[in-house]
Nanobody, 129 residues
Framework: QVQLVESGGGLVQAGDSLRLSCVASYTGSERTFSRYTMGWFRQAPGQERKLVAGISWNTINTYYSDSVKGRFTISRDNAENTVFLQMNRLKSEDTAVYYC??????????????????WGQGTQVTVSA
């Protein structure tokens, strides 16, 4: 089992920056963070949950949705069991609950939320115009 805990959300103005963090902890046999592909999803009211950024377990592949490309950066610190989402030049349309998610060990990047097995509780990001 994997437990994911996000932090770093808040209320900011358009143009500001935020950095989200997601710390993973494990029970069971597979406890190596570096073997897990990680993703950041977001969900605005009335909308489906969508992947905004992902990083494969071997860090070879990253993904950014078109709406955040060039503004957001995903990174991971395997020694600290943490994945980050640096969000710059925030816009009002970035307002959503942001979720950290993980796939099973050694599974590559995927884009659908149904492909991710473990989820955090979410952190609210609100960007005022």
């Amino acid at each position: 089992q994997v437990q994911l805990v996000e932090s770093g959300g808040g209320l900011v103005q358009a143009g500001d920056s935020l950095r989200l963090s997601c710390v993973a902890s494990y029970t069971g046999s597979e406890r190596t963070f570096s073997r897990y592909t990680m993703g950041w999803f977001r969900q605005a009211p009335g909308q489906e949950r969508k992947l905004v950024a992902g990083i494969s377990w071997n860090t070879i592949n990253t993904y950014y949705s078109d709406s955040v490309k060039g503004r957001f950066t995903i990174s991971r610190d395997n020694a600290e069991n943490t994945v980050f989402l640096q969000m710059n030049r925030l816009k009002s349309e970035d307002t959503a609950v942001y979720y950290c998610a993980s796939r099973f060990p050694r599974h590559g990047l995927a884009y659908a939320s149904t492909e991710y097995e473990y989820w955090g509780q979410g952190t609210q990001v609100t960007v005022s115009a």
